[in-house]
């Protein structure tokens, strides 16, 4: 699945459903909201993630009532507030704001936690690796290693202009869903799902279903902002799962190329 969806009057963005995309397993929507607007969440089914992509919010929820400001995509951390079934959870624009919203089952009760900035876990990946053509700064905010209650996986991509990420192409049995950004709206990359290409671009999103390779790059010029979005298997979950596409298994084993010497 990959598609280019729009913001409707009410300021929601879907991403995907449950209802048409059944395999993805997921309800996911991007959210803007004007000064003093606010968004009440609740489910008796399903657990929910509120992640702020940008602007000032108050979120409000079972022992958790603050304030959450970011500062641009590519300059800040986010805030990530994580919600259980039968828990309300209340997000208010105290300026022009947007946030993405992850949903999903779940028959496990945990209280309410907020995640914030200095909750958010940094890596850099395949730094050096195949003459840095590869590299990404990726922010993990919760997975099974630190919510392992939860059956969701989130966190974001910040992929340097003309780099590849995602790389090599690879699959995991559990679907999932990304999310994709640019600094300037004129903004492309490519996303290959399989055999086929899909140019991204800005509030484009891609979803992944179990077994299907993934891959993408962004055009020099355009760093590119992902929100990547997992869904456990209920007797499997996502443990940084990486099933390497058999043909370019070669890759990670020769991770630097040598230019051909001058004679």
């Known amino acids: 699945m990959f598609t280019y969806p729009e913001f409707d009057n009410n300021g929601e963005k879907v991403l ?8 993805l397993m997921q309800d996911i929507s991007v959210f803007q909201l ?36 970011r500062h641009g995509l590519f300059d800040d951390y986010p805030t990530t507030v994580h919600v259980g079934r039968k828990t309300a959870l209340t997000v208010k624009a105290l300026t022009d704001a947007r946030f993405i919203w992850q949903s999903t089952k779940n028959d496990r009760d945990f209280p309410a936690k907020i995640y914030r900035k200095k909750d958010v876990i940094r890596t850099v990946s395949c730094e050096g690796m195949w003459e840095n053509t590869a590299v990404r700064d990726v922010n993990t905010i919760f997975d099974y290693d630190n919510a392992p209650y939860s059956n969701l996986v989130i966190g974001e991509v910040l992929a340097r202009q ?11 049995p559990q679907p999932e869903v990304y999310y994709y950004e640019f600094l300037r709206p004129e903004g492309f990359g490519a996303c290959f799902i399989g055999d086929e290409a ?8 891609g979803g992944f279903i179990g077994g299907k390779t993934h891959v993408q790059v962004t055009a020099p010029g355009f760093p590119m902002y992902n929100v990547w979005m997992i869904r456990h298997l209920d007797d499997n979950p996502w443990k940084k799962t ?14 630097t190329f040598k230019p051909i010497e001058e004679k």
């Open 162 to 172: 003309g780099r590849w990420w995602s790389y090599v192409p690879h699959s995991h």
């Open 198 to 205: 899909h140019t991204i671009k800005d509030g484009s999103v």
């Open 16 to 23: 995907c459903s449950v209802r048409d995309y059944p395999e």
């Open 34 to 69: 004007k000064p003093n607007q606010e968004k009440v969440f609740f489910s008796d089914t399903n657990e929910c993630a509120v992640l702020l992509i940008d602007g000032k919010v108050r979120i409000t929820t079972d022992g958790v009532d603050e304030e959450a400001e």
């Open 242 to 255: 990486r099933v390497v596409d058999p043909q370019y298994e070669w890759l990670d084993n020769n991770p």
